[in-house]
T-cell receptor, first 117, second 109 residues
Framework: EAGVVQSPRYKIIEKKQPVAFWCNPI?????LYWYRQNLGQGPELLIR????????DSQLPKDRFSAERLKGVDSTLKIQPAELGDSAVYLC???????????????FGPGTRLTVL | AQRVTQPEKLLSVFKGAPVELKCNYS??????LFWYVQYSRQRLQLLLR??SRESIKGFTADLNKGETSFHLKKPFAQEEDSAMYYC???????????FGGGTRLMVKP
């Protein structure tokens, strides 16, 4: 089992450029999360998907951020245009159930480290 | 609103010494608390959850609702315990995880 896969692992771009991150969750996991982790801080939820539906995107800056999970499996997070303050690690996580029972555990990917110059 | 506070950014102890990583939370409902750990060059992973009342790698954590705390403890620290530790709170709906800022534990030989 490869676990949650993310690509790229690192990305350096200039401000105002677009960037996209890709996530492949663990097979069979219905719930997918995107987090942003700023330097020296814990992860902060950006958006949560239940299958292909975005059920919580209240923390997603919608003026420049967008996400999709068209077939309820892979997901893409996009920033357009990127700003200096977007430099962070973007984490993807998945879990098998929406939250009930013992399987509330979230499995995290390795993250994508974005540097905006 | 839910909030998790880890007051220590860095905790440095010698091998064999007891360890306590502090976590305080703010939540109006009945919380589910977790500790996540990230070892060097590895991904974030679940260490333990309070509902399981388990001991993982010698670590335990007790939920104290009166003090709204969920401190992580280990009686004898090992060098391999060196890592970033994050306390996290899940809301009653089970759909939102809020993390603290993390504590870096350094265990010196």
């Amino acid at each position: 089992e490869a676990g949650v896969v993310q690509s790229p692992r690192y990305k350096i771009i200039e401000k105002k450029q677009p960037v996209a991150f890709w996530c492949n969750p663990i097979s069979g996991h219905n719930t997918l999360y995107w987090y942003r982790q700023n330097l020296g801080q814990g992860p902060e939820l950006l958006i949560r998907y239940e299958n292909e539906e975005a059920v919580d995107d209240s923390q997603l800056p919608k003026d420049r951020f967008s996400a999709e999970r068209l077939k309820g499996v892979d997901s893409t997070l996009k920033i357009q245009p990127a700003e200096l303050g977007d430099s962070a690690v973007y984490l993807c996580a998945s879990s098998p159930h929406p939250g009930a029972g013992e399987d509330r555990k979230q499995y995290f990917g390795p993250g994508t480290r974005l540097t905006v110059l | 609103a839910q909030r998790v506070t880890q007051p220590e950014k860095l905790l440095s102890v010698f091998k064999g010494a007891p360890v306590e990583l502090k976590c305080n939370y703010s939540y109006s409902g009945s919380p589910e608390l977790f500790w996540y750990v990230q070892y060097s060059r590895q991904r974030l992973q679940l260490l333990l959850r309070h509902i399981s009342r388990e001991s993982i790698k010698g670590f335990t954590a007790d939920l104290n609702k009166g003090e709204t705390s969920f401190h992580l403890k280990k009686p004898f620290a090992q060098e391999e315990d060196s890592a970033m530790y994050y306390c996290a709170l899940e809301n009653n709906a089970g759909n939102m995880l809020t993390f603290g800022g993390g504590t870096r534990l350094m265990v010196k030989p």
